[in-house]
């Protein structure tokens, strides 16, 4: 009996203390979850109190001369092959369009490499750090039988579903709103008897869709070369999103602080040929659908945690509904969960690994012959916790195949991290505007998954932010790059106003200049 009941005490403990573990980390959980508190970037808001806004009036006609930048097809096909006419025309647009920025005395408009623009406006102190708005004269091409509306009309057209009025065209979205409103938020300012303290550049590179080396890659040099160092800089990236992220009701402002790097691969094997009604026991064809099918069976290991986009969970926690909340603010405990979540959908898990795309196949020539060899194209997205050397290591494991040689084609790292905080000027710049605009929004640092023409300028400030302060909801990001791209009359209003608010605010917040030496990058926190 006593020999029993011991056994049975025994049992209850091993049962219980599981449930009584796992019953504490969730409580503690829970308990952190609610004490979260939110960045206050409150005091931004009392030192520019008394800023005003553009008047609604001076935006009445935008939505019209936007809708005309759209009807300018100043298409990218290829490196090297964009439409030089076409951006020429955009160029004078720009200038009809904007008269009191390209006359203005401190104002500096240059031309790089032919097509590419450059705006300097000049400050009253120049040992201020100057910063850079930039964005692209370009945009990608269509099919016009897949959209709605011509996709350079241009025009100004309610929503079939919601009735809301959307301004129609290839562009809308990528990236001339940014281009524009900069433009639009600039022509206000100097009207108004306005000149920075501190210099900044407006930079339009005209190949940005296709590598940006023409443009940006001009640009950056050139600058380098003049011994230019910026605070910082921001460019497009993705914008606001409404009702994406999981738990959040609000805007969510996800601030590219990183963008991922590439490396394109072919797999290459050889084998023997022959007539189809003989065919060699081992095939050059299968041999590759194996590699393929490998790669696809074992992705790239998860990166979870070592980028920003495990912390940008910590920063929308405090705005997040249950149980959301609680997974946001314990990734030390729910990380296992979110990866699992997030790998099993092809948005999320572009944030979590390094993407593997098989994007061209050449094998064969004629049905009944035997191909003696024959390649595949893939292309990787790289995750900037993992290294080029190690991504290409993991494919060449898992094909696991002497036969198949596995040679780099191209490649770039992904960027380096940029500061982010209440404690980096440029990165509060951002935010204090986007809560101005957006009150209800939420901020955090995010991975851009694709790539922007920033690589040009990465040489000039270690503080890159990507963002494009527009909202959007899920299916509107569809529409980038794809068919029916548009953006909302109200969502033109609210950029124009940004871009105001952050070059206004922008000489309210100089950060001291420092010291410069060799090897030393400026934003360096």
């Known amino acids: 009996m006593g020999i029993s009941r011991h056994v049975c005490r025994a049992v209850t403990v091993i049962i219980c203390l599981p449930l009584v573990v796992i019953s504490s980390l969730l409580a503690v959980a829970a308990i952190r979850a609610l004490l979260i508190e939110d960045i206050d970037y409150q005091f931004e808001e009392f030192k520019t109190k008394d800023l005003e806004d553009i008047p609604e009036s001076y935006l009445e006609s935008f939505p019209e001369v936007f809708g005309a930048s759209l009807r300018i097809p100043t298409v990218s096909t290829a490196p090297g092959d964009y439409d030089k006419e076409q951006i020429l025309v955009f160029h004078q647009f720009l200038r009809d369009s904007f008269p009191d920025v390209f006359n203005s005395s401190f104002v500096k408009v240059e031309v790089i490499n032919s097509y590419s623009l450059l705006l300097t406006i000049m400050g009253t102190d120049d040992i201020l750090l100057p910063y850079m708005l930039a964005a692209h004269l370009d945009v990608v091409p269509v099919d016009e039988n897949k959209w709605s509306q011509a996709p350079f009309g241009g025009q100004v057209l309610p929503d079939p579903e919601t009735g809301e009025m959307f301004v129609w065209g290839r562009g809308a979205i990528d990236n001339k709103i940014n281009l524009m409103s900069i433009m639009m938020a600039l022509q206000y300012l100097i009207t108004t008897g306005f000149q920075p303290r501190r210099t900044f550049y407006a930079s339009f590179g005209h190949d940005e869709e296709v590598n940006g080396y023409d443009g940006a890659g001009h640009i950056g040099r050139i600058l380098e070369e003049r011994g230019v160092i910026l605070d910082f800089l921001l460019d497009e990236g993705l914008p606001m999103t409404l009702g994406v992220v999981k738990g959040l009701d609000v805007p969510v402002a996800a601030i590219g602080v990183t963008e991922k790097g590439w490396m394109s691969v072919t797999l290459e094997t050889e084998g023997e040929g022959g007539h189809s009604s003989a065919p060699p026991i081992e095939q050059v ?11 696809e069976q074992y992705p790239q290991p998860s990166m979870f945690g070592t980028g920003p986009e495990s912390e940008m969970f910590g920063y929308l926690a405090p705005s997040a509904s249950w149980p959301y909340k609680m997974f946001y603010a314990n990734l030390w405990l ?37 191909p003696t060899s024959g390649s595949v194209t893939v292309n990787h997205r790289v995750h900037p916790g993992q290294s080029l050397h ?52 939420v901020a955090a640092p995010g991975l851009l998954i694709g790539n922007t023409d920033t690589e040009h300028y990465l040489n000039l400030t270690s503080c890159i932010y990507r963002f494009s302060p527009h909202a959007v909801t899920h299916e509107m990001l569809k529409t980038i790059h794809g068919m029916d791209e548009r953006v909302s009359v109200t969502s033109l ?13 922008a000489d309210m917040d100089v950060p001291p200049m420092k010291e410069w030496k060799p090897g030393h990058r400026f934003g360096e926190f």
Do not use: C
Not at 349 to 369: D, P
Not at 493 to 505: A, D, E, G, P
């Open 390 to 441: 190690d991504v290409l290591q993991h494919d060449i494991n898992v094909i696991n195949d002497p036969k198949v040689k596995v040679k780099v084609l191209r490649q770039r790292e992904a960027h380096p991290i940029s500061p982010y905080g209440p404690g980096v000027p440029g990165w509060r710049l951002i935010v204090s505007a986007t809560k101005h605009i957006y009150p209800t929004s």
């Open 285 to 295: 064809a299968p041999r590759l659908g194996r590699a393929m099918s490998n790669l």
């Open 493 to 505: 209003r609210n950029v124009v106003m940004w871009y105001h608010r952050l070059i206004s605010t």
């Open 334 to 370: 729910f990380k296992p969960l979110m990866e699992l979540i997030m790998s099993r959908q092809r948005n999320t898990n572009a944030f979590v690994r390094t993407t593997t795309a098989v994007t061209m196949v050449s094998v064969g020539v004629k049905e009944n012959v035997v």
